[in-house]
Structures are given as structure tokens and as C-alpha cells.
């Protein structure tokens, strides 16, 4: 079977309504959790969804220091190596840091955390290796109570073909069609 994969990273950043004094100091709790989705092909049921906290980092940081542009350089190289502790890659970083910027910048006092919420979005889907028909002459294949259709052969990696295409196939190219997945 084929499994299909994909990744993209969601994030939010807001300042709480928590009060937590700590003088000139803000928390940034940084917050980071894993949501898979599986799809199956063969099912009509919605996908299987399972969500994982990955972390959770809490830091006092100055809220004056993040404000100040002349400490933006030294904040962002900071808050990156925070990011990548956490597991995020390093494309990601720009645009959760643009948006914690953005909260700092519109934060009116220490005493309310940022929190930054990030989402690793992971989708997995099952392709169809149960086709309805043979990849390699196109022919459709007939249905199991046909006592006259042609043998159907199934590969390791689970893809089916009619016998009569898949091993001329085999005798030029020992790959799978499809996957190009080596049977032996």
C-alpha cells in the first residue's frame, strides 16, 4: 500500500488574559503539539485524528527589551534557537517570530503572558492499491464470480496486475510498475 504524506506547521500567538505579575517581566510560553490525520482510501468514515502535546517551554523575558528595534537581532537569534530546541524547522521560524513581534508590539503590560501555539498538521492518506484495473494494459478488472478473467497477480508492495501483462513486465524491468518497489 502507498501512503501519501504531508506537513505544514499552524501557529498563534496572542498575549493571555492571565494575570501573572513578574515586574518588567512577560512569561513566553511556548506551546507546541502534533495533530495526525489519517484518510483511509477504502473508508467512507471520517479520517482518524489524534493530537500529541510535544512540549511546552516557559520563559521570563523583558517586554521592554522586545519592543526595542535595536534588540530585534539578538531577540530574533534567541527565539529561533528556542524554536529548533522545540523541533521546529528553521523555514518556520520567521513567520512565528514575525507574529510574536506583532503581540509584543501591541502588549500593554508584563503582567499578561504571550503564548505561542504551534501546530505540526501531519496528513497521511492511504492511496488505492486495490485499482480497478491493470496499470499496465488499462484494462479493467472483471469481477471476482467471472470464472473467464485473466489470472490477477499481487505484488509485495500490494499493487495487482493481470498475470499475462505483469510477467513479460518482470522478465524486462523487475520493478513494480507503479511504485517501482523491487519484489524480491
Not at 501557529?11 to 517581566?25: A, L, M, R, T, Y
Not at 523541533?87 to 500593554?108: N, S, T
Request: glycine content about 2%; aromatic content about 6%; some cysteine.
Amino acid at each position: 500500500m502507498s501512503i501519501e504524506y504531508s506537513r505544514y506547521y499552524d501557529s498563534n500567538v496572542v498575549q493571555s488574559s492571565e494575570h501573572h505579575p513578574n515586574g518588567e517581566k512577560v512569561i513566553l510560553q511556548i506551546k507546541i503539539s502534533s495533530m495526525v490525520e489519517i484518510h483511509r482510501h477504502d473508508s467512507d468514515n471520517d479520517p482518524t485524528v489524534t493530537i500529541e502535546e510535544i512540549g511546552e517551554r516557559n520563559y521570563l523575558i523583558n517586554l521592554s527589551d522586545v519592543k526595542l528595534f535595536s534588540e530585534r537581532m539578538v531577540n530574533t537569534l534567541y527565539f529561533s534557537c528556542q524554536l529548533r530546541l522545540l523541533g521546529v524547522p528553521r523555514d518556520e521560524h520567521q513567520p512565528i517570530i514575525a507574529k510574536l513581534y506583532q503581540v509584543a508590539d501591541e502588549a500593554v503590560s508584563p503582567e499578561y503572558p504571550i503564548v505561542v501555539t504551534i501546530r505540526v498538521i501531519s496528513k497521511r492518506r492511504s492511496l488505492d492499491s486495490q485499482t480497478p484495473s491493470c496499470a499496465i494494459c488499462l484494462e479493467n478488472f472483471a469481477d471476482e464470480e467471472d470464472v473467464d478473467q485473466p489470472l490477477i497477480t499481487h505484488m509485495p508492495c500490494a499493487h495487482r496486475y493481470h498475470q499475462h501483462c505483469i510477467v513479460p513486465w518482470l522478465a524486462i524491468n523487475p520493478l513494480c510498475p507503479l511504485c517501482r518497489q523491487n519484489p524480491n
